[in-house]
């Protein structure tokens, strides 16, 4: 039993890769806002209250950083899912510049 658990762990640890200890997945939130900005990149807001673990300085924005990989195509997802009202799930890794908590990941949610 525990030798299935060691293992179950170590391979989680290779799947996801050696993130930061604050890094947070956040769920089933609803785009209000969408801002671009074409010197520094995506941001937006949802309708639900913000998650913001890292305490970055800016509490209201999330940030997608210019020139990302996908930036595109995360731009594109938000704007399906705030225009079809579907619920999205992304992942928080630090703060872009030391304010805005930074997305890295978007998918949208299961309905």
Not at 9 to 16: D, L
Not at 55 to 74: F, G, L
């Amino acid at each position: 039993m525990q030798k299935g658990i060691c293992a179950s762990v170590v391979a989680f640890v290779f799947a996801v890769g050696f993130s930061p200890a604050h890094a947070y997945t956040v769920s089933n939130r609803t785009i209000e806002s969408i801002h671009v900005n074409s010197t520094s990149g995506i941001y937006f807001k949802t309708s639900e209250a913000m998650v913001n673990p890292e305490t970055c300085t800016q509490d209201a924005w999330y940030h997608v950083a210019r020139n990302s990989s996908y930036e595109k195509e995360i731009y594109a997802m938000l704007l399906a899912a705030q225009t079809s009202g579907t619920k999205i799930r992304f992942y928080l890794d630090g703060c872009e510049n030391d304010i805005y908590p930074r997305v890295t990941w978007v998918r949208t949610e299961p309905s």
